[in-house]
């Protein structure tokens, strides 16, 4: 039995979604339709980042901030910048996804696309006096190299990981209480000493990212050698056939495949399914790292006044900026939130192959996944392994 178009192009969207674009063979298709997510993501970040840099570029600000309603609102608008976009873009995903697969969407691609590029580059420049054509210049850039990162499959596996993540944060309340307890015990006393405090004060932002970006590094190297482990194991068990049953029907129903008529995997699928394992452990750190920034704020605000910051920094707190954006709390406090989340990261990735239970609860299902993958492999392969 072959496989039709629309039924090839609905396992191309499916291996696609699954992270794995390096099983699909032939050229991505619809490209400017595929990035839509993307865009409405960036458009919908300018336009909030504008609208905060706006409130907080304002003189009065600081004296705004000393009433509770107001700093709990700008709180509830910082929260808001990070939601918005993330809904927007997952609602288009929602919208692209039957474009791809009926091969229809791309006027409304284009207006998309235009609406960043060129429509709000205009408006900022009327509202705010913003510079245009330099706007205009770095937007068509990004949109390039989104396209760029799609044709090549790397929006598909960022896409899948992401949605993973997602999924994973209804673990959320296990993977805290699993492991978060024993890090507080071990870093609350050091959130409580002066020096880091003081490190925090001297250390430049852009230094403190190095420091997490090196702690990213450190895990991404330890990962990737024991994913590469993982896989190969995997590979080897050759289980694929006992999880045919588990593909859609409506999309592998009736199709079959042997072990001899399926090709090995090529090193460019390996890499795929090494870096999707990366990427998912990755991301669920960085939740996990978001957790712990946002409790020693908290923390920080209530346990932590500025008498105290003044005595151990030696001189008054400064007003405290993230990604350019201000927030209600001393910049020496997000410095020390940053250290101590970025270092809690590190700690998560390790739990990952030393705790069993948190292996069972957060990894063995990504490696479940691949297996389902492969059973889809080997029958996309077998009846539809070149496109006419």
């Not at 056939?241 to 129903?253: K, S, W």
Request: proline share 4%.
């Amino acid at each position: 039995m072959s496989m039709s178009e629309v039924d090839r192009r609905g396992a191309e969207q499916w291996f696609r979604r699954r992270g794995l674009p390096s099983v699909v063979r032939g050229l991505e298709g619809d490209l400017l339709v595929r990035i839509v997510p993307a865009v409405v993501w960036l458009a919908l970040s300018d336009v909030l980042y504008d609208v905060l840099t706006a409130i907080d570029g304002d003189a009065a600000f600081e004296t705004r901030l000393e009433s509770d309603a107001f700093e709990a609102l700008y709180t509830v608008t910082l929260a808001g910048s990070l939601v918005v976009p993330a809904v927007g873009a997952w609602l288009a995903a929602w919208w692209a996804r039957d474009r791809v697969l009926r091969n229809r969407g791309f006027v409304t691609a284009v207006l998309v696309t235009a609406v960043y590029v060129v429509v709000w580059p205009v408006v900022d420049y009327v509202l705010a006096d913003a510079e245009m054509f330099a706007t205009i210049v770095v937007d068509l850039v990004e949109v390039a190299v989104l396209i760029g990162l799609t044709a090549i499959g790397v929006g598909s596996i960022f896409g899948w990981a992401l949605r993973a993540a997602v999924r994973q944060l209804r673990g959320v309340g296990e993977m805290t209480s699993r492991a978060m307890p024993l890090l507080l015990l071990v870093t609350t006393f050091g959130f409580f000493t002066a020096e880091i405090w003081q490190i925090a004060g001297l250390v430049s932002r852009g230094r403190m990212w190095l420091v997490a970006g090196f702690f990213l590094v450190l895990s991404g190297l330890f990962l990737s050698s024991v994913f590469a482990t993982e896989l190969k194991a995997l590979i080897a068990a050759a289980r694929w056939p006992e999880r045919v049953e588990a593909l859609p029907a409506e999309t592998f129903g009736g199709l079959t495949a042997t072990e001899g008529t399926v090709p090995p995997l090529s090193r460019l699928e390996r890499a795929n399914m090494v870096l999707i394992l990366l990427l998912t452990q990755l991301l669920q750190a960085l939740v996990f790292g978001v957790l712990v920034f946002v409790v020693f704020a908290v923390l920080g605000r209530l346990a932590v006044p500025d008498g105290a910051i003044k005595a151990w920094v030696s001189h008054d707190p400064t007003p405290g900026k993230l990604f350019g954006v201000q927030v209600p709390m001393a910049n020496e406090l997000v410095g020390v939130c940053l250290f101590i989340a970025a270092f809690s990261g590190l700690y998560f990735v390790a739990t990952i192959v030393t705790d069993a239970a948190h292996r069972k609860r957060f990894f063995d299902p990504v490696l479940d996944h691949l297996e389902v993958s492969l059973a889809g492999r080997a029958l996309y392969l077998s009846h539809f392994g070149r496109r006419p």
